[in-house]
């Protein structure tokens, strides 16, 4: 791994997929809270974004990067500031933590 974070050239990472976090996220609590908010919770998974992620066209973060998102934010998180962003991944990741002593299960 580079200083930035990223692999040399010609090296891929693996992608982190976790069931357990995917799972863990259905039916909790939205941590986007935007304007397009549904409030049901019913709808919420875990949301990925590509934004400031490196990521490409077609390809998803890795789970951790994600947050606890209902079907209208998730819709509508292209509209939302970074701040906003950042702060539903940090509630989400808090919750992960409390839950399983990791952010990696």
């Not at 974004?49 to 890795?62: D, N, V, Y």
């Not at 292209?78 to 950042?86: F, G, M, P, R, T």
Request: contains cysteine.
């Amino acid at each position: 791994m580079s200083l930035m974070g990223k692999p040399p050239l010609g090296q891929k990472v693996e992608m982190f997929v976790s069931d357990d976090l995917r799972k863990f996220a259905m039916g909790k609590e939205c941590q986007m809270k935007s304007d397009w908010c549904n409030w049901n919770w019913a709808t919420t998974n875990l949301c990925h974004s590509r934004r400031k992620t490196g990521t490409g066209t077609a390809q998803k973060p890795h789970d951790f990067w994600g947050y606890h998102g209902c079907a209208g934010c998730h819709a509508n998180e292209h509209k939302v500031s970074l701040a906003d962003l950042y702060g539903a991944i940090w509630r989400t990741q808090c919750a992960v933590y409390a839950h399983f002593g990791t952010l990696t299960p």
